[in-house]
């Protein structure tokens, strides 16, 4: 089972800027499509943005759209979070995941990481 492991949380200020990272300890054909879901304090976990890297093609939330870019490194087998123009509710903890499909039900996704944890002050 693919190994995930997310790292650049951390406290920003709102409308500042924050990176995150997720490296993946294998890339297969049933891991092409890594996502990022967020889950904030008494809400479901949703959907953020996902890749795949066979495709090349992106999506993210209408919620982030405009603000957030996802980037990868084929070498590293990483992907990244950009996150600009940062809210308060953007404050939740960030999860990485993996799978054959790009969906945005996080019940479809079999590979987690442990979640890194972001936090927006006013």
């Known amino acids: 089972q693919v190994q995930l492991v997310e790292s650049g949380g951390g406290l920003v200020q709102a409308g500042g800027s924050l990176r995150l990272s997720c490296a993946a300890s294998?890339?297969?054909?049933?891991?092409?499509?890594m996502a990022w879901f967020r889950q904030a304090p008494g809400k479901e976990r949703e959907f953020v943005a996902g890749?795949?890297?066979?495709?090349?093609?992106?999506f993210y939330a209408d919620s982030v759209k405009g603000r957030f870019t996802m980037s990868r490194d084929n070498a590293k087998n990483t992907v990244y979070l950009h996150m600009n123009s940062v809210k308060p509710e953007d404050t939740a903890v960030y999860y990485c995941a993996a799978d054959r499909l790009l969906r945005s039900r996080p019940g479809e996704y079999d590979n987690w990481g442990q979640g890194t944890q972001v936090t927006v002050s006013v």
């Open positions: 294998e890339r297969t054909a049933s891991t092409d499509v």
């Open positions: 890749t795949s890297w066979s495709s090349g093609s992106t």
